[in-house]
């Protein structure tokens, strides 16, 4: 068992029809046709979105993703058509709203490695590859990988697994010339946000992109490049063999799978709420990442 421990009622902002609530996201749509994207407060971890919130950050995942939309723009054009909020939407949706373009989605999470670790790693360990790909021996948790690779994943519902997929059954559901634009552009992105990240003392590790066509123009959409799509390691900390420490909230899953919890993730039981201090350092760590990729103070975001 999985998905919400609680879950929201969506607001009703007149003008606005609500669409989708997501584990972070509230989606609607505009009088106009377009999309408006709410980024919440709200964490997921193994699959169920928790009872606590960590203060700010839908924010973060929103000026993050800006950030790096601007930065990305010459490769591969973004959703984002506007962040000025809706007439009479609450006060609390500014800077976590984008205005996007309505897009015909593709159904595939586009997932770029670097890096060896979790999901990866496990397959890896079973048989030297990852989604099929062949990897060399001797690599392990952390490791550089020679190049980075293009595993895609398949969609899951709020509460599912995302499953890792192969690239021909990628090919077989959006069609061959469709998978190579995904796998191009993906390990394009990648490449390009791994060199700035790593100007700023970060590992891009791994990330995954949501893409859409609007007509025929590949499109980047949803979040982009944040701790909640990636996995960021400080680049004076990475030592292969082992967990790398993280901006994202492995606070939040290690406190989860401690005894302090007194949460069994196998049980059909709900995760409990967090302490204030998990809360706390999980906030922490996604604030230190904004201002270590962007080189900005948290208090100017917005």
Aim: with cysteine.
């Amino acid at each position: 068992m999985s998905g919400f421990v609680e879950k929201p009622e969506p607001v009703e902002v007149p003008g606005l029809t609500h669409l989708h609530t997501g584990k972070v996201r509230d989606l609607y749509r505009n009088e106009a046709g377009e999309l408006v994207m709410v980024a919440s407060d709200r964490m997921s971890a193994y699959d169920w979105v928790l009872p606590t919130e960590i203060p700010d950050k839908g924010r973060v995942l929103t000026q993050l993703s800006l950030w790096w939309f601007d930065l990305l723009s010459d490769l591969v054009p973004h959703h984002v058509l506007s962040t000025e909020l809706p007439a009479r939407a609450p006060a609390d949706w500014a800077g976590r709203t984008l205005v996007c373009k309505s897009l015909d989605m593709v159904p595939v999470e586009c997932v770029a490695r670097g890096y060896l670790t979790g999901s990866g790693l496990v397959e890896y360990e079973e048989s030297r590859t990852v989604c099929g790909l062949a990897l060399p021996e001797g690599l392990s948790d952390g490791s550089e990988l020679p190049a980075p690779i293009f595993t895609p994943a398949t969609k899951a519902a709020v509460g599912d697994h995302d499953e890792n997929v192969s690239y021909e059954e990628v090919a077989r559901q959006v069609g061959a010339e469709t998978a190579a634009l995904l796998r191009q552009t993906t390990l394009a992105v990648y490449g390009r946000a791994r060199d700035i990240a790593r100007e700023r003392g970060i590992i891009l590790a791994d990330t995954k992109f949501e893409f859409g066509f609007d007509g025929g123009t590949l499109v980047l959409a949803d979040e982009v490049l944040t701790p909640d799509s990636s996995r960021f390691w400080p680049a004076d900390q990475w030592q292969p063999g082992r967990a790398q420490p993280s901006y994202d909230k492995q606070f939040v899953r290690n406190w989860l799978t401690s005894p302090a919890s007194g949460w069994d993730r196998r049980s059909e039981q709900p995760p409990p709420a967090l302490p204030q201090e998990i809360v706390d350092a999980t906030r922490a760590k996604y604030l230190e990442a904004y201002e270590l990729l962007t080189g900005k103070p948290w208090s100017a975001a917005f």
